[in-house]
């Protein structure tokens, strides 16, 4: 089975947003959001998710994307299947 790339990617600010951190693909919004709840009031009053562009999922791409081209320079872009 194949992951479908995201272009965005919820993200959860915490601490007064002081903390960003992106939600891994298997995370739940809403087990993330309750989490919260266990924390003391001072830590989760200003939580909240935003979704945003996903930069690290493009940045990858493109590494991963001119190594391939390096390696097997006549196959297709992702569909390599050299021996390294």
């Not at 479908?4 to 600010?13: A, I, K, L």
């Not at 951190?21 to 939580?47: A, G, I, M, Q, S």
Request: hydrophobic share 35%; proline share 6%; charged share 25%.
């Amino acid at each position: 089975m194949y992951l479908v790339p995201r272009s965005q990617t919820p993200e959860g600010h915490v601490f007064s947003s002081s903390t960003e951190r992106p939600l891994h693909f298997l995370e739940k919004v809403l087990d993330v959001t309750l989490r919260w709840t266990e924390w003391p009031e001072d830590f989760c009053r200003d939580n909240y998710l935003v979704v945003k562009e996903n930069y690290v999922y493009s940045h990858v791409d493109n590494v991963v994307s001119a190594r391939s081209s390096e390696m097997c320079p006549n196959v297709a872009k992702k569909m390599c299947f050299c021996a390294v």
